[in-house]
């Protein structure tokens, strides 16, 4: 069973940066990982997706501020958080599923995506 634990989230003021990151055992391929946002009383939100292929995918809100890679050889997803905004704030998510649900706009749809980490905080000051 794939296990996932993200890290890397922090306190920063908003125009900052962070790298969170998302090892993961037990990892099989063709696999859809992503990365999923919570913010308190709003509902869980895809942030961007990376199929077994390397090709990735993000929502609109975070497009050129926000880059998702990985890096099979150590088991690592990451997602690189610049120019980040107070909107940004929020509980982060990796999450996987089948390799089909990266196709959109299933990877948008938190239901799709059976296996979590505990999430990993990032908060924006103004």
């Known amino acids: 069973q794939v296990q996932l634990v993200e890290s890397g989230g922090g306190s920063v003021q908003a125009g900052g940066s962070l790298r969170l990151s998302c090892v993961h055992s037990g990892y099989t391929s063709r696999n859809c990982m992503s990365w999923f946002r919570q913010a308190p009383g709003k509902e869980r939100e895809g942030v961007a997706a990376i199929d077994s292929d390397g090709d990735t995918r993000y929502a609109d809100s975070v497009k050129g501020r926000f880059t998702i890679s990985k890096d099979n050889a150590e088991n690592i997803l990451y997602l690189q958080l610049n120019s980040l905004e107070p909107a940004d704030t929020a509980m982060y998510y990796c999450?996987?599923?089948?390799?089909?649900?990266?196709?959109?706009?299933?990877?948008?749809?938190?239901?799709?995506?059976?296996?979590w980490g505990q999430g990993t905080q990032v908060t924006v000051a103004s």
């Open positions: 999450a996987f599923a089948p390799w089909y649900r990266c196709y959109s706009p299933s990877w948008l749809n938190s239901s799709n995506f059976k296996t």
